[in-house]
């Protein structure tokens, strides 16, 4: 069974850092192609990252780049996402997804607050 978990969100004040992860199992995530989303109240969910499993590129959102680093770590079969400079826009709740055989998968997502 296909799975993704997300962990790490919580409350930080604007100007922080936090640090996401996903953990895949039920697949090996060495070579799937694994992206972070994030959704906030009343709006569309809307890309933040990805990380290619054979180039390595890791296109971002325009909103995001420059503060925002993600990676993986195959072994763990996890990927993270390093969120720096935090601001009140970035508050949401933030999605792990995975593309298997054509199949998208998707986690329960996990929230951030940036807030003072």
């Known amino acids: 069974q296909v799975q993704l978990v997300e962990s790490g969100g919580g409350l930080v004040q604007p100007g922080g850092s936090l640090g996401l992860s996903c953990t895949a199992s039920g697949f090996a995530s060495r070579g799937i192609l694994m ?19 054979s ?11 420059g503060r ?6 195959n072994a763990k079969n ?3 996402l390093q969120m720096n400079n935090l601001a009140p826009d970035d508050t949401a709740v933030y999605y792990c997804k ?6 998208v998968y998707w986690g329960k997502g996990t929230p951030v607050t940036v807030s003072s």
């Open 35 to 53: 992206s972070w989303y994030r959704q906030s109240p009343e709006k569309e969910r809307e890309f933040v990252a990805t990380i290619h499993p």
């Open 55 to 65: 180039t390595g590129n890791t296109p971002y959102a325009n909103s995001v780049k």
């Open 68 to 73: 925002f680093t993600i990676s993986r770590d």
């Open 78 to 80: 996890t990927i993270y």
């Open 98 to 103: 995975a593309i298997l055989d054509g199949i």
